[in-house]
T-cell receptor, first 114, second 115 residues
């Protein structure tokens, strides 16, 4: 069985603060894929990143960075110098190699105040 | 934008009615997945269509059914609507060709309200 847990349901920060969104996953598969999606108020899920289970290299994309640690089954997402436009619900998701479905966490609502 | 489109954007139905939601996949994508997202929750997988056949199904009753057409667009049909069917229905398209790590790109969703 697969499970994704995002323990932080809501986070509020002031603009320019750094913020980390936590994601912990459970799977018995040795090959799997982890994703982060952003959902603004419009509702559309916007793809941010995909990480393969055999690639633990951290990734940075502009103000976004991701820390993947298999030892703790975590795939955390950090936004540096947050902006009001970062306000959204962020979802972490898991897909195992032989499967076709994404298993989503419950999401973290991020509010960035000016 | 992903190029995945969904229609209609909003829909209001009454309990017991039937509804059809539509999705056009991104150019070059041959697989469509449907998800239900209740308010305040993460999306839940309904089913996936690949080459016009169902290719996996989540924990949803048979009154949720679907189709995929030769142009890879898809429909989600829900019969005998219940109040709990009120949700945002998301369609995602992906390019499947033997590899399983393809990324799913989502459309804007259809908001269904059942009264």
């Amino acid at each position: 069985a697969q499970k994704v847990t995002q323990a932080q349901t809501e986070i509020s920060v002031v603009e320019k603060e750094d913020v980390t969104l936590d994601c912990v996953y459970e799977t018995r598969d040795t090959t799997y894929y982890l994703f982060w999606y952003k959902q603004p108020p419009s509702g559309e899920l916007v793809f941010l990143i995909r990480r393969n289970s055999f690639d633990e290299q951290n990734e940075i994309s502009g103000r976004y960075s991701w820390n993947f640690q298999k030892s703790t089954s975590s795939f955390n997402f950090t936004i540096t110098a947050s902006q009001v436009v970062d306000s959204a619900v962020y979802f972490c998701a898991l897909k195992y190699n032989a499967g076709n479905m994404l298993t989503f966490g419950g999401g973290t609502r991020l509010m960035v105040k000016p | 934008e992903t190029g995945v489109t969904q229609s209609p954007t909003h829909l209001i139905k009454t309990r017991g009615q039937q509804v059809t939601l539509r999705c056009s996949s991104q150019s070059g994508h041959n697989t469509v997945s449907w998800y239900q997202q209740a308010l305040g929750q993460g999306p839940q997988f309904i089913f996936q269509y690949y080459r016009e056949e169902e290719n996996g199904r989540g924990n949803f009753p048979p009154r949720f059914s679907g189709l995929q057409f030769p142009n890879y667009s898809s429909e989600l049909n829900v019969n005998a609507l219940e109040l709990d069917d009120s949700a945002l229905y998301l369609c995602a398209s992906s390019a499947q060709g033997g590899l399983k790590e393809e990324t799913q790109y989502f459309g804007p969703g259809t908001r269904l309200l059942v009264l």
